[in-house]
């Protein structure tokens, strides 16, 4: 008998590739097909971190690739360019895939999933009469909600109607809900006002592709947003996703992962590594890198720390620095983080909070300090530190800096108050009851799966 065949196609960033491939794999599990459709420019460096991870396999799905639109040296990271790109051409390219491939001897694609900011990948879903539509939404729950009541904010004056921040204020959308400086509105925090128009379009954008899909599933879980759920039932929880393969090889990464450091781990005393990792876009200045190479000197214990090649201008480390820790600490340019967080040797993890490093902490009972830059970070950082108590955030001096001693106590804090692992530990067991058989997230899914097959 044909598996059904659906077709995948993530925003081109790590963030969005990783949890959107670990949602394929799941797919994939239940004996679909999967054609998993990557930007040429993502495809190359996942073809290339495949390539030193030969272990890797992906039987069921298929990684296929489109043109962005971008020439080849044109800046990707800015997040306004790649949105402007992919809107423009992208459209055609995909209709011309889904095209080829229905015309071709594989199954007719039957369902397309597309990540709920590739607008124009659900519009071509809609326009093609693919008969299942769905937004993938790789985030927490509370994003979605935050950019779902733009509108309110607008009518309370607190933004304008190109989401300039009009009232500086702690915002919280409902009860339970995590509370943000308005200031730190996704849109809002990037400090570049064309890029923050730009930014904020696409948001008010993302609301309208809510609006086109027959189902929107999310990259979490009930008992972890209930305020969240309760304000938008029409988002569907199927996560944490890594909490169901959570050791499982991921062929979402973007880099090969640096293995060695599992080694480093296994020689460490339980509980007793900072691991540091600031997800894939996260930049440093010089004095703030410097600041934090020299609090994991003092802090007194093994680190691991995520140095990628593009995290600062200049990443010097301190004059002597590598000799003075010796084996104490290590520095890798990109780690197997979901593997690293699952070691028994991880005391704490010091986080730029994205959503996925967020949800792979909380799967692995793993303590937080906060150390939000941009977008969603500042909503995750809430609640981690607000709503499960599970971890601390950091606070800047004057000159906007967070200084060594300030880590080095926060470190302290984190580590002596056990309550704080507790904490951690009991809502791994929920997140973990969501995924597995009857729990919440695990029937949500399994329900979109009789959909997609009926
Ligand atoms: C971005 C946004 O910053 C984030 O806030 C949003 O929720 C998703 O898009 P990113 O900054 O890359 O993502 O952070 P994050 O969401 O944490 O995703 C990073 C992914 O890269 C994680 O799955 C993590 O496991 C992986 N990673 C990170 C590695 O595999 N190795 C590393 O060394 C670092």
Request: net charge negative; hydrophobic share 40%; glycine share 6%.
């Amino acid at each position: 008998m044909s598996k059904p065949h659906i077709i995948a196609v993530p925003f081109p960033a790590q963030g969005h590739v990783m949890p959107l491939m670990e949602f394929s794999q799941c797919l994939a599990h239940q004996d679909f097909k999967v054609t998993f459709v990557n930007t040429e420019h993502i495809h190359k460096q996942v073809m290339n971190a495949l390539a030193d991870e030969s272990h890797i396999r992906n039987d069921h799905i298929h990684l296929v690739s489109i043109p962005d639109g971008l020439e080849p040296g044109e800046g990707r990271n800015g997040p306004a360019m790649l949105f402007e790109a992919t809107q423009a051409v992208m459209h055609k390219n995909l209709e011309e895939l889904i095209e080829k491939i229905n015309k071709g001897e594989d199954e007719r694609i039957s369902c397309l999933i597309a990540d709920d900011s590739c607008g124009w990948a659900l519009e071509v879903a809609r326009k093609m009469k693919i008969a299942r539509v769905v937004a993938f939404w790789p985030s927490a729950a509370a994003t979605l909600v935050l950019n779902l009541s733009i509108p309110k904010l607008i009518h309370e004056g607190i933004i304008n109607n190109d989401g300039t921040v009009l009232k500086y204020q702690m915002v919280q959308l409902g009860p339970k809900m995590p509370t943000i400086k308005s200031t730190n509105f996704v849109w809002a925090c990037t400090g570049n006002s064309s890029t923050q128009k730009i930014l904020f379009q696409f948001m008010e954008g993302t609301n309208k592709n809510v609006k086109l899909v027959d189902r929107l599933v999310c990259n979490s879980a009930y008992e972890l947003e209930p305020a969240a759920f309760a304000l938008e039932p029409q988002i569907l929880p199927i996560g944490p996703l890594l909490a169901s393969r959570r050791l499982g090889n991921s062929a979402g990464s973007l880099w090969p992962p640096d293995s060695t450091c599992l080694k480093w781990l296994d020689e460490q005393p339980p509980c007793s590594v900072i691991y540091v990792a600031f997800g894939s876009t996260t930049i440093f200045y010089q004095t703030q890198f410097q600041e934090l190479a020299l609090a994991l000197e003092l802090s007194n214990r093994p680190f691991l720390w995520v140095v990628r090649p593009d995290i600062c201008d200049n990443p010097l480390y301190p004059e002597g620095y590598q000799d003075r820790l010796g084996s104490r600490g290590l520095m890798v340019s990109w780690a197997p983080q979901q593997k690293v967080l699952a070691h028994p040797s991880i005391a704490c993890f010091i986080s730029h909070c994205g959503w996925n490093s967020t949800m792979e902490g909380i799967s692995n009972g793993i303590p937080f300090l906060c150390w939000p830059y941009f977008a969603d970070q500042f909503i995750d950082e809430s609640y981690i530190c607000d709503v499960w108590k599970v971890g601390l955030r950091f606070d800047k001096n004057e000159s906007g800096i967070i200084t060594r001693g300030e880590i080095k106590n926060k470190v302290e804090k984190l580590l002596d108050d056990e309550d704080f692992r507790a904490r951690a530990l009991k809502l791994k067991e929920m997140a973990m009851t969501n995924v597995n058989e009857g729990g919440q997230s695990n029937k949500i899914f399994k329900s979109f799966i009789e959909w997609i097959k009926s």
